[in-house]
């Protein structure tokens, strides 16, 4: 059982950055993929951005330039920096995981409020 801690979430102006972060209990190398997702009330648990095995990235049209999914492997650790927040960026951001077996894991999810 992979165990995902989220953190770094919180409240930044329109045009500000946060950066999250992904604790992972196993080797994300382990991992087929990992990533990140985000849901609002209502609406589906929809990617953001994730990273392969083998370090390739994709990311949803609506970050591209403005968030990067980045990992250290050493630290078992996944993060997403993101800049140039808008407030449709608002929503509990949650990170994952898919094992070579092809199970799904999930954080808790950390809530990012966009707002002045």
């Known amino acids: 059982q992979v165990q995902l801690v989220e953190s770094g979430g919180g409240l930044v102006q329109p045009g500000g950055s946060l950066r999250l972060s992904c604790a992972a209990s196993?080797?994300?190398?382990?991992?087929?993929?990992m990533g990140w997702y985000r849901q609002t009330p209502g609406k589906t648990r929809d990617v953001v951005a994730v990273v392969t095995s083998g370090g390739s990235t994709n990311y949803v049209d609506s970050v591209k330039g403005r968030f990067t999914i980045s990992r250290d492997s050493a630290k078992n650790m996944v993060y997403l920096q993101m800049n140039s927040l808008k407030a449709e960026d608002t929503a509990v951001y949650y990170c994952?995981?898919?094992?070579?077996?092809?199970?799904?894991?999930w954080g808790q999810g950390t809530q990012v409020t966009v707002s002045s």
């Open positions: 994952y995981a898919r094992s070579r077996t092809f199970r799904n894991y």
């Open positions: 196993e080797n994300i190398l382990s991992m087929n993929t």
